[in-house]
T-cell receptor
Framework: EAGVAQSPRYKIIEKRQSVAFWCNPI?????LYWYQQILGQGPKLLIQ????????DSQLPKDRFSAERLKGVDSTLKIQPAKLEDSAVYLC????????????FGSGTRLTVV | QKEVEQNSGPLSVPEGAIASLNCTYS??????FFWYRQYSGKSPELIMS????GDKEDGRFTAQLNKASQYVSLLIRDSQPSDSATYLC???????????FGDGTTLTVKP
């Protein structure tokens, strides 16, 4: 079974620039999550999708962050404009179900905003 | 109070010892609990899940759950240097399924 694919692995941008991250979940996993992990902290949820619908985006800074999951498969997370405090690892995870299922994480994208 | 709390550590144990990692949670209705292992520079990997009060064993790993005390722990027996990592406790929301993670406990196993 192929894992969760993410790209790019690393990205360095200047503040106020824009950046996009891509995720392809495990085939058949209906639930997809984007988490932000700042160094020394646990992952913090940004957005949860069920198929191509948003279940929870209450922690997504919507003035600068946006996400979509077209056709219920691939997902893209965008930041525009980036701030220094956005420097973090952005993790995509998928799960087989909505409740009671553990996650499979992708390798993550390490973003550095300078 | 944080929703999921873990001792930040670092926790250091000698090779062959038992490592004990603890986690408390605030949502009394939580039904499932997960432990993830995260090596430095890598993404988290699911290693244990537990749903019922008591113990669940998987090889050298034992998860313990006490819902009355809102406490879940992970024991690693015969610790190996390869167990050196950060261990994250995760508690899914009962309705939405999204997991809230603790900030992790960093374990170092010394040869």
């Amino acid at each position: 079974e192929a894992g969760v694919a993410q790209s790019p692995r690393y990205k360095i941008i200047e503040k106020r620039q824009s950046v996009a991250f891509w995720c392809n979940p495990i085939s058949g996993h209906a639930t997809l999550y984007w988490y932000q992990q700042i160094l020394g902290q646990g992952p913090k949820l940004l957005i949860q999708f069920q198929n191509n619908g948003v279940v929870d985006d209450s922690q997504l800074p919507k003035d600068r962050f946006s996400a979509e999951r077209l056709k219920g498969v691939d997902s893209t997370l965008k930041i525009q404009p980036a701030k220094l405090e956005d420097s973090a690892v952005y993790l995509c995870a998928s799960s087989a179900g909505r409740v009671g299922y553990g996650y499979t994480f992708g390798s993550g994208t390490r973003l550095t905003v300078v | 109070q944080k929703e999921v709390e873990q001792n930040s550590g670092p926790l250091s144990v000698p090779e062959g010892a038992i490592a004990s990692l603890n986690c408390t949670y605030s949502d009394r209705v939580s039904q499932s609990f997960f432990w993830y292992r995260q090596y430095s520079g890598k993404s988290p990997e699911l290693i244990m899940s537990i749903y019922s009060n008591g113990d669940k064993e998987d090889g050298r790993f034992t998860a313990q759950l006490n819902k009355a005390s809102q406490y879940v722990s992970l024991l690693i027996r015969d610790s190996q240097p390869s167990d050196s990592a950060t261990y994250l406790c995760a508690v899914p929301n009962t309705n939405a399924g999204k997991s809230t993670f603790g900030d992790g406990t960093t374990l170092t196993v010394k040869p």
